[in-house]
T-cell receptor, first 114, second 115 residues
Framework: AQSVTQPDIHITVSEGASLELRCNYS??????LFWYVQSPGQGLQLLLK??????LVQGIKGFEAEFKRSQSSFNLRKPSVHWSDAAEYFC????????????FGKGTKLTVNP | GAVVSQHPSRVICKSGTSVKIECRSL??????MFWYRQFPKKSLMLMATSNEGSKATYEQGVEKDKFLINHASLTLSTLTVTSAHPEDSSFYIC???????????FGSGTRLTVV
C-alpha cells in the first residue's frame, strides 16, 4: 500500500526567506502526487499536482514542486515566503488520477515570522 | 469548475443526537464521494467511499452503523453521525471522485463538536 512521509512536523521561516517542505512517498509505480494547503478551520486547497511529464511542477501562489523518482520525493518549494503562507501543508499520493482515494502525509505546519 | 459545497460548516450537538452533513457537487456529477476525518493537529484519514446508488465502502475500524453514508444522487452525498459522542468531535471533509478531471477537490469541511 502506498504511504506518504512528511518528516518535518513544524517549520518556522522568516518572511522573505525561501522554503522547502519535504515529502517522501512509498509506491511501486509512478504515483499521482499532490500538495495541499489548509488554513485553520478551513478545507483543503490544491497547490499543485504531478501526474507525468516535466518533473518540475508549477502551482498556485508561487509554489513549485519537483518529482524525483530516484529519491521517491516530491518536495514543495517557494523562493520567498509571505506571511499569508502560514498554514498546514499536506502531501498526498493516489494511485490514479481521480478515481481512487488519496493517502495523506501527516502534514507540516508552517509558521512565518515577520 | 468542480465546486463542492459542504454544509454545515460548524455544528454543535448534544451527546446522543444525530447530525447530518451534506456534500453537494455544484457543477459536475460525482459517482463517488470520499469522506475524510481529521483529528486535531492530525492528517486526514479516509473513513468511507460512497457510490451513487449503492452501499458505501468503509475503511477498517470505521463503524458503518455510526457513520451512515447516503449517496442517493450524482450531486449529493450525506454523512450522518448517529448517536454522537464527544469522541466523534472532529473535522469532516468530503471529496468527490472526478475521473475526468485531474486532481481532487474538497469541501470546505464541517467542524463537529459533541457536548
Amino acid at each position: 500500500a502506498q504511504s506518504v512521509t512528511q518528516p518535518d512536523i513544524h517549520i518556522t521561516v522568516s518572511e522573505g526567506a525561501s522554503l522547502e517542505l519535504r515529502c517522501n512517498y512509498s509506491y511501486g509505480a509512478t504515483p499521482y502526487l499532490f500538495w495541499y494547503v489548509q488554513s485553520p478551520g478551513q478545507g483543503l486547497q490544491l497547490l499543485l499536482k504531478y501526474f507525468s511529464g516535466d518533473t518540475l511542477v508549477q502551482g498556485i501562489k508561487g509554489f513549485e514542486a519537483e518529482f524525483k523518482r530516484s529519491q521517491s520525493s516530491f518536495n514543495l518549494r517557494k523562493p520567498s515566503v509571505h506571511w499569508s503562507d502560514a498554514a498546514e501543508y499536506f502531501c498526498a499520493v493516489a494511485t490514479q488520477g481521480g478515481s481512487e482515494k488519496l493517502v495523506f502525509g501527516k502534514g507540516t505546519k508552517l509558521t512565518v515570522n515577520p | 469548475g468542480a465546486v463542492v459545497s459542504q454544509h454545515p460548516s460548524r455544528v454543535i450537538c448534544k451527546s446522543g443526537t444525530s447530525v447530518k452533513i451534506e456534500c453537494r457537487s455544484l457543477d459536475f456529477q460525482a459517482t463517488t464521494m470520499f469522506w475524510y476525518r481529521q483529528f486535531p493537529k492530525k492528517s486526514l484519514m479516509l473513513m468511507a467511499t460512497s457510490n451513487e446508488g449503492s452501499k458505501a465502502t468503509y475503511e477498517q475500524g470505521v463503524e458503518k452503523d455510526k457513520f451512515l453514508i447516503n449517496h442517493a444522487s450524482l450531486t449529493l452525498s450525506t454523512l450522518t453521525v448517529t448517536s454522537a459522542h464527544p469522541e466523534d468531535s472532529s473535522f469532516y471533509i468530503c471529496s468527490p471522485s472526478i475521473s475526468e478531471h485531474y486532481g481532487y477537490t474538497f469541501g470546505s469541511g464541517t467542524r463537529l463538536t459533541v457536548v
